[in-house]
């Protein structure tokens, strides 16, 4: 089992739809929780983190935990094509809020007018 | 506010043949970390500078990677010899606070050994 799964893709939305983008762990003692967004030959970009169970919200974003299921999801509301890139969910090692992170493997969204 | 540069954009080398990948990161930012990720695989932490220190390189692949970071500021990656798995994209970022996985990464310098 990989330490940070992704549902790899490619996810395609049309625009003004709900992206959801999904990411399992395998560490228990995680407590933070990055997502970081990558267009295509770019840097990747950190958009939202979330450290407590439940909704995180940061204007068309929502992180979701959920740490007895070892799950966190990204949700994009009113999905616009410059949305269209790649998802990474990045966890540091377990009870730290470290910089060594684990990343999966990335998710590819396609947002189509 | 100039973000982290990463230089070369794209270098392409032979295999047994040696390679500087260079890291200049936000100034101020005391933290200075590289990642890689090769075709097909996740971006993976290779390791992890305070200052000019290294805090933590238990993922550095083997003995023909070198990392410095002369005086705390700038970074470089050495390759020597490389060879053909060491083809991939090697990231840099950086961070003011040490524990925090809020990084400003660099676009990555494109290493690919023929």
């Known amino acids: 089992q990989k330490e940070v799964e992704q549902n790899s893709g490619p996810l395609s939305v049309p625009e003004g739809a709900i992206a959801s983008l999904n990411c399992t762990y395998s560490?228990?003692?995680?407590?933070?929780f990055f997502w970081y967004r990558q267009y295509s030959g770019k840097s990747p970009e950190l958009i939202m983190f979330?450290?407590?169970?439940g909704d995180k919200e940061d204007g068309r974003f929502t992180a979701q935990l959920n740490k007895a299921s070892q799950y966190v999801s990204l949700l994009i509301r009113d999905s616009q094509p410059s949305d269209s890139a790649t998802y990474l969910c990045?966890?540091?090692?377990?009870?730290?809020?470290?910089?060594?992170?684990?990343f999966g493997q990335g998710t590819i969204l396609t947002v189509h007018p | 506010e100039a973000g982290v540069t990463q230089f070369p954009s794209h270098s392409v080398i032979e295999k047994g043949q040696t390679v500087t990948l260079r890291c200049d990161p936000i100034?101020?930012?005391?933290?200075l970390y590289w990642y890689r990720r090769v075709m097909g695989k996740e971006i993976k932490f290779l390791l992890h500078?305070?200052?000019?220190?290294?805090?933590?390189e238990s993922g550095m692949p083997n003995n023909r990677f070198l990392a410095e970071r002369t005086g705390g500021t700038y970074s470089t990656l050495k390759v020597q010899p490389a060879e053909l798995e060491d083809s991939g994209v090697y990231f840099c970022?950086?961070?003011?606070?040490?524990?925090?996985?809020?990084?400003?990464f660099g676009e990555g310098s494109r290493l690919t050994v023929l």
């Open positions: 970022a950086s961070s003011q606070v040490t524990y925090t996985g809020e990084l400003f």
């Open positions: 560490d228990r003692g995680s407590q933070s």
């Open positions: 979330i450290y407590s169970n």
């Open positions: 990045a966890v540091p090692p377990g009870g730290t809020s470290y910089g060594k992170l684990t």
């Open positions: 100034s101020g930012h005391d933290n």
């Open positions: 500078f305070v200052k000019e220190s290294k805090q933590d």
